[in-house]
């Protein structure tokens, strides 16, 4: 890495330390940078050889507040937050409802100055996005926040873009974007070489007319906004790629080609409100549109449908989902059926515990492809590949890698997935990969289940070989941290 870059990076970190003394959270930081960055390229965005307008008022840019100190320095940066909080575009979407967070005078001078030194327009989207990319990461690790629950782990992601092989010139779509990982992760894809070389008109598509986003936590949002535009997605001025609020409420009206997406872990949906005698409540969520097949409170089977009213006729998806959407009755079985129907649900990926930020949950990617009207039904084979039984990973001492996901990619055979062949048999019955025939195997079990494993579970079958007692104690603490979630949650309810 470049001397430049490191020494950014290395300021930037270099601040995390004093601003959590002083009780300012990773997220809070992250928001107060997204604030200051974007104030200092617009005035860099001012100034010769670009020369842009900028649409910052005159009295609330850069230079009226860098070479301020102390309260005068308070004074004006809040002045500033509240005005561009006001403007139209990407900039006061980033500034809506925007405060001051960093109490002590002196780190925000610090910062300031720390961000003044640089030139940020001219730095490459590689270092900005490594310095924000890590800062989200913390975000996440922090339990405190509660970021955790939509940071999915970038080699998972990874893998699914590769299995998926975006194409230039076409769209994707992500309903809960959260910091925008997917995203990141298809243009990385798109714009390596080794994938594909892009002409003016194909660069231009990439960053300004691929992308489609919802998001409805607010900081979230303005999280990825910041993200995408030091990734060089969108433009500060244009078109806003993530849109406010809750992306299950209504069909957005846009088909894409892609969707690649995680749903946020939680089997419900559900309302707030003050009832008669003031008291906050909360009732199940039911969604009534008629473009689903089935009406639930269960998020993860809405988010499913959604996904496929937003996908083109030939459109493909990945899409991370918990283990009651593969065996759940009533309304998951109707997901099942009218999806192993009218879409060709061709492979599952099995998760592993032990790799996602909330404890104790259990999860797979299916990959499906949307197919015009037909009375046949779509899916003729269902191909499962097994990479959670006998599988421990843990987010410190053992992290899911992307190379950990490489035999899983080359199994699922990007290149023409019709030419796949099982690694499991009678000869080896420990196989990972396996097909299953749609009309013997699927539609004759209970419920439609596609919680289908074959392989032993060594930890319940010999005792010789259980897993290290490292691993033992992190199932152990997930496993804990899990039940009493669920008892808090029911407590909540019960009050």
Same mark, same amino acid.
């Given at each position: 890495?470049?001397?430049? &870059?490191?020494?950014?990076?290395?300021?930037?970190?270099?601040?995390?330390?004093?601003?959590? @003394?002083d009780?300012?959270?990773?997220? @809070?930081?992250?928001?107060?940078?997204?604030y200051?960055?974007?104030?200092?390229?617009? !005035?860099?965005?001012?100034?010769?050889?670009?020369?842009?307008?900028?649409g910052?008022?005159?009295?609330?840019?850069?230079?009226?507040? =860098?070479?301020?100190?102390?309260?005068?320095?308070?004074?004006?940066?809040?002045?500033?937050?509240?005005?561009?909080?006001?403007?139209? /575009?990407?900039?006061?979407?980033?500034? +809506?409802?925007?405060? =001051?967070?960093?109490?002590?005078?002196?780190?925000?001078?610090?910062?300031? +100055?720390?961000?003044?030194?640089?030139?940020?327009? &001219?730095?490459?989207?590689?270092?900005?996005?490594?310095?924000?990319?890590?800062?989200?990461?913390?975000?996440?690790?922090?339990?405190?926040? /509660?970021?955790? +629950?939509?940071?999915?782990? #970038?080699?998972?992601?990874?893998?699914?873009?590769?299995?998926?092989?975006?194409?230039?010139?076409?769209?994707?779509?992500?309903?809960c974007? /959260?910091?925008?990982?997917?995203?990141?992760?298809?243009?990385?894809? *798109?714009? %390596?070489?080794?994938?594909?070389? *892009? @002409?003016?008109?194909?660069?231009?598509?990439?960053?300004? &007319?691929?992308?489609?986003?919802?998001?409805?936590?607010?900081?979230?949002?303005?999280?990825?906004?910041?993200?995408?535009?030091?990734?060089?997605?969108? !433009?500060?001025?244009?078109?806003?790629?993530?849109?406010?609020? %809750?992306?299950?409420?209504?069909?957005?009206?846009?088909?894409?080609?892609?969707?690649?997406?995680?749903?946020?872990? /939680?089997?419900?949906?559900?309302?707030?409100?003050?009832?008669?005698?003031?008291?906050?409540?909360?009732?199940?969520?039911?969604?009534? #549109?008629q473009?689903?097949?089935?009406?639930?409170?269960?998020?993860?089977?809405?988010?499913v449908?959604?996904?496929?009213?937003i996908?083109?006729?030939?459109?493909?998806?990945?899409?991370?989902?918990?283990?009651?959407? *593969?065996?759940?009755?009533?309304?998951?079985?109707?997901?099942?059926?009218?999806?192993?129907?009218?879409?060709?649900?061709h492979?599952?990926?099995?998760?592993?515990?032990?790799?996602?930020?909330?404890?104790?949950?259990?999860?797979?990617?299916?990959?499906? !492809?949307?197919?015009?009207?037909?009375?046949?039904?779509?899916?003729?084979?269902?191909?499962?590949?097994?990479?959670?039984?006998?599988?421990?990973?843990?987010?410190?001492?053992?992290?899911?890698t992307?190379e950990?996901?490489?035999?899983?990619?080359?199994?699922?055979?990007?290149?023409?997935?019709?030419?796949?062949?099982?690694?499991?048999?009678? @000869?080896?019955?420990?196989?990972?990969?396996?097909?299953?025939?749609?009309?013997?195997?699927?539609?004759?079990?209970?419920?439609?289940?596609?919680?289908?494993?074959?392989?032993? %579970?060594?930890?319940?079958?010999?005792?010789?070989?259980l897993?290290s007692?490292?691993?033992?104690?992190?199932?152990?603490?997930?496993?804990?941290?899990?039940?009493? +979630?669920?008892?808090?949650?029911?407590?909540?309810? *019960?009050?």
């Amino acid at each position: 890495m470049p001397d430049q &870059s490191s020494s950014i990076i290395s300021k930037v970190w270099g601040m995390c330390g004093p601003l959590r @003394d002083d009780g300012v959270s990773y997220g @809070d930081y992250l928001e107060q940078l997204t604030y200051l960055i974007f104030l200092k390229m617009s !005035d860099e965005y001012a100034k010769p050889p670009y020369r842009k307008q900028t649409g910052i008022p005159d009295g609330y840019g850069w230079s009226d507040m =860098n070479t301020l100190t102390g309260a005068d320095l308070e004074d004006q940066y809040k002045k500033t937050l509240e005005k561009l909080g006001e403007q139209g /575009g990407i900039l006061g979407q980033i500034f +809506q409802g925007a405060i =001051n967070k960093v109490s002590n005078a002196a780190i925000l001078y610090r910062i300031v +100055q720390m961000i003044d030194r640089e030139k940020w327009v &001219s730095m490459s989207s590689d270092v900005k996005g490594e310095i924000y990319e890590g800062l989200l990461q913390k975000n996440a690790e922090d339990v405190k926040s /509660g970021a955790g +629950q939509y940071f999915t782990p #970038r080699a998972l992601i990874q893998a699914m873009v590769a299995c998926i092989r975006p194409e230039p010139m076409k769209t994707i779509a992500d309903p809960c974007c /959260g910091s925008g990982g997917f995203f990141l992760a298809a243009q990385a894809f *798109l714009a %390596d070489p080794a994938n594909y070389t *892009l @002409d003016r008109e194909q660069k231009e598509f990439l960053k300004n &007319s691929t992308f489609y986003g919802g998001e409805n936590v607010a900081l979230t949002r303005k999280l990825c906004l910041m993200n995408l535009y030091l990734h060089n997605i969108g !433009d500060i001025y244009g078109n806003v790629p993530v849109a406010y609020g %809750d992306s299950l409420l209504t069909d957005p009206g846009y088909r894409v080609d892609y969707v690649l997406t995680n749903p946020p872990f /939680g089997k419900k949906s559900s309302l707030t409100f003050t009832n008669e005698e003031g008291e906050q409540e909360e009732e199940d969520l039911v969604y009534n #549109r008629q473009d689903f097949w089935t009406t639930s409170s269960n998020k993860q089977l809405n988010f499913v449908q959604h996904i496929n009213t937003i996908l083109k006729a030939t459109g493909k998806a990945a899409v991370v989902v918990p283990d009651n959407v *593969l065996f759940e009755g009533g309304a998951g079985e109707i997901v099942r059926k009218k999806l192993l129907a009218t879409c060709d649900l061709h492979t599952i990926l099995r998760l592993p515990t032990g790799i996602f930020y909330k404890p104790g949950v259990k999860a797979n990617v299916i990959f499906f !492809d949307k197919r015009p009207a037909s009375a046949n039904t779509q899916t003729k084979t269902v191909w499962i590949y097994d990479f959670r039984t006998n599988i421990h990973f843990t987010l410190k001492q053992n992290p899911l890698t992307y190379e950990a996901l490489q035999d899983f990619i080359d199994c699922y055979h990007p290149e023409n997935r019709f030419e796949r062949r099982e690694t499991y048999s009678e @000869d080896n019955p420990e196989g990972r990969w396996r097909k299953f025939n749609v009309e013997k195997d699927i539609l004759t079990r209970d419920k439609t289940s596609l919680d289908i494993f074959w392989i032993k %579970d060594k930890s319940l079958a010999d005792l010789d070989n259980l897993p290290s007692p490292d691993e033992l104690a992190a199932d152990i603490i997930e496993n804990l941290q899990s039940a009493l +979630q669920s008892f808090q949650e029911l407590k909540a309810r *019960l009050n």
